[in-house]
């Protein structure tokens, strides 16, 4: 049984590829019913971000599991083998549990030490379990993970500084424009990832934040925490027409700002405007980018931007790295201790067989005995066999994966006649 991670992320591919097998929050808990039900997959989790699609599973055979999932990535972009493998990435066993908690860690991000990150694997998590895919072993992976990704921000600096999407978007637009006091800044999308850059520029102070979004409860309420104006989608072309920079962020699927819409806009404001988006896949039409005077950034110039700023805490990493690799030993010792547990448990039961069979070849000399002398002989005797079996138990849990501990195994197996 191992366990295999398979993903694209913005590493390993474009981000016109990324788009197309990036799962929708609402339809993870599909996509993980649907994975668990393939043949050679036992457990599943699937984390799917704005950076990367990761697809988690415990398998009886790497190589079946590994063209399942690769067929579901496949199915899900439309896309065919050739046109995708050579963007996937794959690992197994420790390095699969080694590549998760750096994840987790901050590690793997495109900003290094991103705080959203570790929320985002808490969630794929959560909707695994909530939909059955994630039962012993994928929920002890990401139970361990989660635990390694606030080990790294407590214990490092990794999460200083710009450790955030949503963070360095802002950071971004004060770059290019200067600064961002005294801008008009519209903020499409009120949820996680806004709700950051929301957040982020009322922090920064000096903006004048609008936010839009389809839901009109949720951008009140976001509008409200930030000072700011909420913006019904009705009125997303005027809003627009106002507004010095933009920053897209909703889960639609398909663009919003399309070039109708910015044009539309901006009949009646032609001063330059900029626009940022952040979302997976992008709000952003490309003919947009085409408009005289309009800028748009995505993710990919979000992530050269952040790379300039790497410096301050790249020097943490090797600190997180340790971390990451006290963990997976942790996180080792624990599976091999639990693939230990059906022996000791079938040893245990061999010997109150043997127990039981002893108290009914003596039940005619105990027949004298009441109740409470009853249970107080079955209570000796348990106990006796307990004594007796711990410090084996505890060896065979302890030794479980070494050759001294394989050597004990086929002892116990012989001696207690254990299938």
């Known amino acids: 049984m191992s366990i295999l991670v398979i993903g694209v992320n913005h590493r390993s591919s474009p981000l016109s590829l990324l788009e197309r097998v990036t799962v929708a929050p609402e339809h993870v808990g599909k996509a993980v ?72 860690a901050g590690l ?58 949503s963070h360095a978007a802002v950071e971004m637009m004060s770059d290019v424009t200067g600064d961002i006091a005294g801008k008009r800044v519209l903020v499409v999308g009120a949820g996680s990832m806004g709700e950051g850059v929301a957040v982020a520029l009322h922090r920064a102070g000096g903006a004048d934040i609008l936010v839009a979004n389809r839901s009109a409860d949720r951008g009140s309420t976001l509008a409200e925490r930030v000072d700011g104006v909420a913006v019904g989608f009705d009125r997303l072309d005027e809003a627009i027409g106002d507004a010095d920079l933009v920053v897209a962020c ?71 790295r340790s971390i990451v690799g ?35 070849r003596f039940a005619s000399r105990l027949s004298s005995l009441d109740d409470a002398d009853r249970e107080t002989v079955e209570a000796l005797t348990r106990a006796i066999v307990a004594k007796l079996l711990h410090e084996p138990s505890v060896r065979l849990k302890t030794q479980a994966g070494t050759p001294q501990g394989e050597r004990n195994a086929a002892a116990v197996r012989d001696l207690f006649d254990i299938g």
């Open 250 to 320: 909703t889960g639609s699927g398909e663009p919003v700002l399309t070039r109708e819409l910015i044009e539309s806009a901006r009949a009646r404001n032609r001063r330059p405007l900029h626009i940022v988006d952040i979302a997976v896949p992008r709000d952003v039409a490309p003919a947009v980018a085409e408009l005289p005077d309009v800028t748009v950034f995505d993710l990919d110039d979000l992530r050269d931007w952040a790379d300039r700023g790497l410096a301050h805490r790249a020097g943490e990493a090797e600190r997180v």
């Open 326 to 360: 006290e963990e997976v030993e942790e996180f080792l010792v624990e599976v091999t201790a639990r693939q230990a547990a059906p022996l000791v448990a079938s040893m245990r039961e061999a010997a109150d067989r043997v127990r039981a069979a002893e108290l009914e």
């Open 33 to 104: 019913a649907g994975l668990a039900q393939r043949d050679n997959v036992r457990e599943a989790a699937v984390l799917s971000t704005c950076n990367r699609i990761e697809v988690y599973v415990v398998a009886e055979r790497f190589h079946g599991a590994y063209g399942d999932v690769r067929d579901f990535l496949c199915e899900l972009g439309d896309l065919t083998v050739e046109d995708l493998t050579p963007h996937l990435y794959s690992q197994h066993d420790s390095a699969a549990v080694t590549h998760l908690f750096e994840v987790a």
């Open 108 to 165: 793997d991000s495109a900003v290094l030490g991103e705080s959203e990150i570790l929320g985002q694997v808490r969630g794929a998590w959560e909707v695994a379990q909530r939909e059955g895919g994630a039962r012993s072993t994928l929920n002890l992976l990401f139970r361990r993970a989660v635990a390694t990704g606030k080990r790294a921000r407590s214990e490092t600096g990794i999460g200083r500084g710009t450790a955030s999407i």
